[in-house]
């Protein structure tokens, strides 16, 4: 299995370039710690928490439609539910999902899937 970095999107309305061009599909890569401390430095930050997620959307949205680079003023010119859907397509991919293991029941051996939670395990067995 293969380790996936980049996920493809299609906007729910797609931005409207500056000749008229509508751009829906794209494509968001994982973010990397540096996307998300670099722009805490950002005067942009320090004078609006908000405008983090728009500066955080520059950095990991490689490719929207025909356009290549994406910048801060392209983020900014987004319709809000495209904005919304980004961010959640963001939070999406980047949460860790806790890892599974294969049990069973002991009684009827029924076959499921558990979350490991290696936190809990290691302060358990301390």
Same mark, same amino acid.
Not at 21 to 42: C, F, Q, S, W, Y
Not at 102 to 126: M, Y
């Given at each position: 299995m293969a380790f996936q970095t980049e996920y493809e999107f299609e906007l729910p309305r797609g931005y409207v370039d500056e000749h008229g061009n509508l751009h829906r599909r794209g494509v968001m890569r994982l973010a990397?710690? $540096? %996307?998300? *401390?670099?722009? @805490?430095?950002?005067?942009?930050?320090?004078?609006?928490p908000s405008y983090l997620t728009v500066i955080? @959307? $520059?950095?990991?949205?490689?490719?929207?439609? %025909?356009?290549?680079? *994406? %910048?801060?003023?392209?983020?900014? #010119?987004?319709?809000? $539910? =495209?904005?919304?859907?980004?961010q959640n397509l963001y939070?999406? *991919?980047? =949460?860790?999902?806790?890892? #599974?293991?294969?049990?069973?029941?002991?009684?009827?051996?029924h076959e499921f899937e558990v979350a490991v939670d290696f936190l809990s395990l290691t302060e358990a067995l301390s």
């Amino acid at each position: 299995m293969a380790f996936q970095t980049e996920y493809e999107f299609e906007l729910p309305r797609g931005y409207v370039d500056e000749h008229g061009n509508l751009h829906r599909r794209g494509v968001m890569r994982l973010a990397t710690a $540096a %996307d998300e *401390i670099l722009p @805490m430095k950002d005067p942009r930050v320090q004078s609006n928490p908000s405008y983090l997620t728009v500066i955080l @959307m $520059a950095r990991v949205v490689t490719k929207l439609g %025909d356009l290549r680079h *994406i %910048d801060t003023r392209l983020v900014e #010119k987004l319709f809000t $539910a =495209d904005l919304a859907y980004l961010q959640n397509l963001y939070r999406q *991919i980047n =949460d860790l999902e806790a890892p #599974k293991a294969a049990a069973a029941c002991p009684k009827c051996d029924h076959e499921f899937e558990v979350a490991v939670d290696f936190l809990s395990l290691t302060e358990a067995l301390s």
